[in-house]
């Protein structure tokens, strides 16, 4: 049998931390392979071998001995062992099931970059997202008010909107980065966006992240106007609920706890849901699993329409699709209602206030 071919050295960093993002390794773990992959790309190849032959790769800041060892190993022609190691594993399905869905499913509309609290520069998110054979990716950074992750003002987004559109130019055809935002959904319903700015994008993905226990009544009004308003097309994570502590990703060391479900009228909220045409968000982030299953079901019964998405805040995390792919199939969510399962055209059709799944 023939061996694996050996990656060059910053793929094989690269490939390092996708697959420690997946296992919801510590994020300090993966940003030292994230970091050094920074360091030596500008180097190139001559440099890298240089620098291995001396024996200064360690002169650089940002390579430490075990991040040095990969590099001179993937120059020298092997598969470096830490590499070798976690290909052995994890690689594979992170759950068994749900192998119809994912093969289904065309993207990923809920994704963070190092713009907001994501662990990883845009063009990294891309990178893995192509890697992994999406059509699209849909990049959903905050919005202001969430300013413990580094909320997007409006000039911000301005700016990132042009980046998506340089992004795009580069990647062809085959592949489109939408210009998109997790918006907070206000105390009363509003979105925490300028509208003409939010209905310049292409996905408006609105979730609540504050005030989670307010009382059922009041946190059933907020998200019925939230999901009522046009410029809204997924209603994400709409529990809030975390099952397990966090992990994996920039900002697991704080807040990171298990957390109850916020409470209200689930079938109101579904119902406005179904009426407007609203995805409700299978959030695949193993620690939320939100909606739980009881809702899930409800949402199903309502005739709701469903974006299956992973929330990743690191490249490795757009595997977790593998998580809610098994619920969703687990659960007999029609896959025609999926709205990730759609071409980007009919897609983007749909978010802009076209009738779904024309």
Request: hydrophobic share 40%; glycine share 8%.
């Amino acid at each position: 049998m023939s061996q694996p071919a050996a990656p060059e050295p910053v793929d094989a960093l690269r490939r390092i931390a996708f697959l420690l993002e997946r296992s919801r390794a510590e994020s300090r773990r993966v940003e030292a392979y994230r970091n050094a992959a920074k360091v030596i790309l500008p180097l190139g190849e001559d440099e890298v071998r240089r620098r291995v032959r001396a024996g200064t790769l360690t002169e650089l800041a940002g390579i430490g001995p075990s991040t040095s060892a990969v590099i001179e190993q993937a120059a020298a022609g092997r598969v470096p062992d830490k590499l070798a190691e976690l290909e052995a594993a994890v690689t594979g399905p992170l759950v068994e099931g749900g192998g119809t869905v994912r093969a289904a499913l065309r993207g990923d509309l809920h994704s963070h970059s190092d713009w907001s609290d994501g662990g990883s520069p845009i063009e990294e998110m891309v990178a893995s997202a192509m890697e992994l054979g999406h059509d699209y990716l849909a990049l959903t950074d905050h919005s202001p008010r969430l300013t413990v992750a580094h909320g997007l003002t409006a000039d911000r987004l301005r700016r990132q909107i042009g980046v998506v559109d340089a992004i795009n130019a580069h990647t062809g055809p085959s592949f489109t980065l939408l210009k998109a935002i997790e918006v907070d959904i206000l105390d009363d319903g509003t979105l925490d966006q300028e509208p003409d700015l939010l209905a310049a994008l292409d996905v408006r993905v609105a979730s609540v992240h504050s005030k989670l226990t307010m009382e059922s009544p009041a946190m059933t009004r907020r998200m019925v106007t939230a999901v009522r308003n046009p410029l809204t097309n997924v209603l994400g994570h709409c529990t809030g609920r975390r099952v397990m502590p966090r992990a994996g990703d920039r900002g697991a060391r704080s807040g990171g706890r298990a957390r109850p479900p916020s409470t209200f009228d689930a079938r109101a909220v579904f119902e406005a849901c179904a009426e407007t045409g609203t995805a409700v968000e299978i959030n695949s982030r193993p620690e939320r699993q939100d909606p739980p299953g009881e809702l899930l079901t409800l949402a199903i019964e309502t005739g709701c329409l469903f974006a299956l998405s992973t929330d990743a805040h690191a490249p490795g995390q757009l595997d977790f699709l593998d998580y809610g792919c098994e619920r969703a199939q687990r659960y007999g969510v029609p896959l025609e209602r999926v709205v990730n399962t759609w071409p980007v055209e009919q897609l983007v059709d749909w978010a802009s206030g076209g009738p779904p799944g024309s």
